[in-house]
């Protein structure tokens, strides 16, 4: 079975009145990714103590070494967020820096612990701006070892009339177009990820030389 884990990068609390509009989404995608064979954990970035910094353990009391070894066991990887100002969010933006030294290993060797790993994207928000979002993740993500397949985000703009995280659920599940996002990205996650593990992409045996 494939393993997906799901970074939301919500910036509201788990235990708090109002409910997270990216979560739902991102729970629609799990029940699609569940008709694939795969397994999904939702990690709730905003319960966890993420130090700022640029390494992979920033010392006593961070709670993101533990998140990475979930991302590192994993055969998917999503990042989910609401737009923010025309951008992810800021827990996003956490992760995005504390993943920096795995790029810097890539960009050395060409290996990577994200390396034939599949990654995709949820986005929500009130307006327009999920392309750009979705532009800047996705060159985060290739340059961390990352393959993306074809129509990889699932992405719901706009207002709605829902009070609770079940009537928003029900509510998307009534909008084919939506609907169909989610089973293509999943479909697509899916086969890409069952397709690298049998057959993972080549690392090149040497370190790359500066260019002289």
Not at 5 to 29: A, C, H, Q, R, Y
Not at 84 to 103: A, F, P, T
Not at 133 to 140: E, H, K, P, Q, T
Request: charged share 25%.
């Amino acid at each position: 079975m494939l393993k997906a884990t799901i970074l939301l990068g919500t910036l509201k609390p788990k235990s708090g009145k109002e409910f997270s509009n990216t979560k739902v989404l991102s729970e629609i995608l799990c029940d699609e990714l569940a008709a694939h064979d795969v397994k999904s954990e939702i990690v709730h970035l905003a319960e966890y103590k993420i130090l700022p910094g640029t390494k992979t353990n920033m010392g006593k009391g961070d709670e993101w070494p533990n998140i990475l070894e979930k991302l590192v066991k994993s055969d998917i990887i999503v990042f989910a967020t609401p737009i923010w100002w025309d951008g992810h969010s800021s827990l996003i933006q956490r992760v995005i820096e504390r993943l920096d030294e795995l790029n810097d290993e890539i960009v050395a060797t060409g290996k990577s612990e994200f390396l034939n790993k599949v990654g995709g994207m949820v986005i929500t928000g009130g307006e327009d701006g999920a392309q750009h979002v979705i532009a800047n993740l996705a060159n985060f993500m290739v340059w961390n070892g990352l393959t993306l397949p074809p129509a990889c985000s699932l992405s719901y703009l706009g207002n709605h009339k829902a009070k609770t995280a079940t009537g928003l659920k029900k509510e998307l599940l009534k909008q084919s177009y939506t609907v169909g996002m989610a089973r293509t990205m999943a479909r697509n996650l899916a086969y890409l990820a069952q397709l690298l593990k049998e057959h993972p992409l080549p690392v090149q045996e040497k370190k790359a030389q500066a260019f002289r």
